[in-house]
């Protein structure tokens, strides 16, 4: 790992920062600790990239109050682009772009 903070993803909702950090703490100093409310993942630093990857190798895919785990260097956050009223750009892997089929496919197959 390059950095020192860390993705982790899959969390219930009800996994609170200080848990995060608990677990964490046990692959070396862990500098902050945060995760986003409702939305099952949250962010841990360390205070070396030695100790995240160790971190890392030890806790990604296990098992933390019944989900697996997703643990994985954070990538930084994407720049925002000022925004003309368009209202069509900036999507990203999660969101749900326009196009692709819905409930009859392409075609439509044979309805008229």
């Not at 200080?18 to 600790?33: H, I, Q």
């Not at 205070?47 to 989900?67: F, I, N, W």
């Not at 997703?70 to 925004?83: F, L, Q």
Request: net charge positive; charged share 30%.
């Amino acid at each position: 790992m390059t950095g020192a903070k860390m993705y982790v993803g899959n969390l219930t909702y009800a996994v609170t920062s200080d848990e995060l950090k608990e677990l964490f703490s046990a692959y070396g100093t862990v500098k902050e600790a945060t995760v986003i409310e409702r939305k099952g993942f949250g962010f841990v630093e360390m205070s070396t990239p030695e100790e995240a990857e160790k971190a890392k190798t030890a806790l990604d895919g296990k098992d933390y109050q019944g989900r697996n785990m997703k643990v994985d260097e954070a990538r930084p956050p994407k720049e925002r682009g000022s925004s003309s009223g368009s209202g069509g750009g900036g999507h990203d892997r999660n969101s749900w772009g326009g196009g692709g089929a819905k409930k009859g496919g392409f075609g439509g197959g044979n309805r008229y």
